[in-house]
Nanobody, 123 residues
Framework: VHLVESGGGLVQAGGSLRLSCAAS????????IGWLRQAPGKEREFVAA????????NYADSVKGRFTISRENAKNTVYLQMNSLKPEDTAVYYC?????????????????WGQGTQVTVSS
């Protein structure tokens, strides 16, 4: 499956952004999709994930209550709505897919990755 992220940009603290992850391929809708991020000088970390049907989600503690992951399988697209953004949310955000179709929090369970989109939150 091929993944393309969009929607990143520069926003002030307290603002909102919505990221999109478009998946191509006939079986794209059966994949579990995760959002992960990497800040400069830091390791890549889990942010949020959704299973293939959209009825199960996982979130990192640092984003719970502020970020929401959702999917539209008819459009082969997964979204990450980010509200109340903080400067520490600044990172390159990646979407990734796992064939098991789960909302896994483990980075190593993801087989396909997008190129990433930059999110910068100014204070």
């Amino acid at each position: 499956v091929h993944l393309v992220e969009s929607g990143g940009g520069l926003v002030q603290a307290g603002g909102s952004l919505r990221l999109s992850c478009a998946a191509s391929g006939r079986t794209a809708s059966v994949y579990g999709i995760g959002w992960l991020r990497q800040a400069p000088g830091k390791e890549r970390e889990f942010v949020a994930a959704i299973n293939w049907s959209g009825d199960y989600t996982n979130y990192a503690d640092s984003v719970k209550g502020r970020f929401t992951i959702s999917r539209e399988n008819a459009k082969n697209t997964v979204y990450l709505q980010m509200n109340s953004l903080k400067p520490e949310d600044t990172a390159v955000y990646y979407c990734a897919a796992n064939r098991a179709g789960t909302a896994t929090t483990w980075l190593y369970n993801y087989e396909s990755w997008g190129q990433g989109t930059q999110v910068t939150v100014s204070s």
